[in-house]
């Protein structure tokens, strides 16, 4: 499934009208599966337009419109991809590009920002987790398609862009003029600086970043060595070669340790939107030597059943998986799949809830179309789809509002998302974790968290889920027995 997954389509021949061949008639083709019946409605609409609009149009471009708004309609994830798109989205998955180092999701009718990338100018700036992009060089995308914004974002390194974004009230805002911090406060809005505001007015901070496009060299991984030989990993995205990085960082880790060993693995997959299933799938395999990773279901009926092989590097020692409730897609079945197996504790807020397999098919002329078509479900027959992961021990974030309304959207907060099911969906109901909730901070902590920095005693930090995590594991070491030959 590389590039999330490849799908060849087969060819059908299609015939209109009837066919007499040696004495046989072929009878038409039902109007109910003729598609090209619906299609003649299209043909229909461009003959109108070409003949009849104000201005003179182009043909391709409007053909392309509306092959791009018949996929959009299916579901939020769904999309057409002319050439110019198609070549972005590869570079996306091979990790390299030129513009400010975002990753951001169009929510509903908002477009917010899930994470900088960690090292771009985007994250020198300061720009963070959970901001709403408002305006790039001054033209509001608010109503924009989410694609357009991003090619607005990216350009040559060494170009500037101005990106405006609103942020809320207590998430971390900086003061005006701050040294080197690319921020200035633009015009301001009713409710700014934490004034009172009317009822559907906007409370928090409108900022302009003005940032200079860099050449974006994206890592997966990023790895520090904690006290008692506990390695900790973050996987910021699944991209190409995610898992040799992975290996890669796990070779140094090894390296640094005392007596080449690591004791036990902090994973740390907040705020990861997901990426490539296979470099997921790979990294999974790494903490399992048995069972099942993921199942994949298409139209009710399992396609795949992928089984771990024997031999994971760290199929032995303990791990705790630190999850919020941006960590979405692939992210999503990794941990699904450490935490069946029982090989994981997990720990933070519920996940994003994106269940779905999105698979990549070429079309000629350069383009390509990235299609739903299949529901993921962990090991234990859980659809993460619009539900999502629920962590063993449960931190939520400082994502509250006025009278406790929660202000994080997820995959079921989407228009047009695919319905969960499922034993855990459809109901609502929330497994009970068994664990006290509490106020683990913002994502900002994550987004904006660099692995040098983490302290190698995490158990007195301000990230409350790295903290718990931390202490969960040193726990489990110190109680796991020990043998001698």
Not at 10 to 17: E, N, S
Not at 218 to 227: E, F, G, H
Request: net charge negative.
């Amino acid at each position: 499934m590389k590039h999330l997954r490849r799908v060849l389509l087969p060819t059908v021949a299609a015939f209109a009208g009837g066919l007499a061949l040696g004495g046989m008639r072929a009878e038409a083709t039902p109007e109910a599966q003729n598609p090209y019946q619906s299609v003649a409605q299209l043909g229909r609409v461009l003959v109108q337009i070409e003949n009849n609009y104000v201005d003179p149009v182009e043909r391709g471009k409007i053909v392309e419109g509306a092959i791009k708004g018949m996929v959009e309609n299916l579901d939020p994830h769904s999309s057409y991809l002319p050439p110019e798109e198609w070549k972005q989205f590869q570079s996306d998955t091979e990790g390299k590009f030129g513009g400010v180092g975002l990753e951001v999701d169009g929510r509903g009718d908002k477009l917010v920002v899930i994470a900088p990338i960690e090292g771009s100018p985007a994250q020198r700036a300061g720009i963070k987790s959970g901001d709403q992009i408002l305006a790039v060089d001054g033209e509001d995308v608010i109503t924009q398609p989410l694609d357009k914004v991003v090619k607005k974002m990216r350009g040559a390194a060494g170009t500037k862009v101005k990106i405006t974004v609103h942020r809320e009230s207590g998430r971390g805002t900086v003061a005006a003029g701050a040294p080197d911090s690319g921020i200035a406060p633009s015009p301001a809005i009713p409710g700014d600086g934490g004034a009172p505001a009317s009822s559907g007015e906007r409370t928090g901070q409108t900022l302009t970043f003005e940032v200079t496009r860099e050449v974006i060299h994206v890592s997966s991984v990023t790895y520090k060595l904690l006290d008692g030989n506990i390695g900790y990993i973050r996987i910021k995205q699944f991209q190409e070669r995610a898992h040799a990085e992975m290996m890669a960082a796990t070779a140094k880790l090894r390296a640094e340790a005392k007596g080449g060993t690591l004791t036990a693995i902090l994973l740390d997959v907040r705020s990861n939107p997901g990426g490539l299933v296979d470099e997921a799938t790979e990294i999974a395999d790494e903490f399992l030597s048995s069972g099942s990773i993921y199942s994949m279901r298409h139209r009710g009926e399992v396609i795949e059943d992928l089984k771990a092989r024997s031999g994971g590097a760290f199929a032995d020692i303990p791990c705790v998986a630190l999850v919020n409730e941006w960590s979405a897609s692939a992210s999503e079945l990794l941990v699904g799949a450490l935490q069946d197996n029982k090989r994981a504790t997990v720990v933070g807020a519920n996940t994003f809830g994106k269940g779905s397999v999105q698979s990549i098919l070429p079309l000629p002329n350069g383009a390509g179309l990235k299609l739903t078509t299949a529901r993921y479900y962990t090991p234990s027959g859980h659809a993460i789809q619009a539900d999502g992961i629920h962590p063993d021990v449960v931190i939520e974030s400082g994502t509250k509002g006025p009278q406790d309304a929660p202000r994080v959207t997820r995959e079921r907060d989407l228009p047009g998302h695919l319905a969960a099911e499922g034993p855990a969906g459809g109901s609502g109901a929330q497994r009970d974790a068994g664990a006290l909730v509490i106020d683990g901070g913002t994502a900002d902590m994550v987004s904006g968290m660099l692995a040098r920095d983490i302290p190698a005693d995490p158990s007195s930090s301000n990230d409350v889920v790295l903290r718990v995590g931390f202490q969960m594991l040193k726990a489990q070491v110190a109680t796991r027995p020990t043998f001698t030959k």
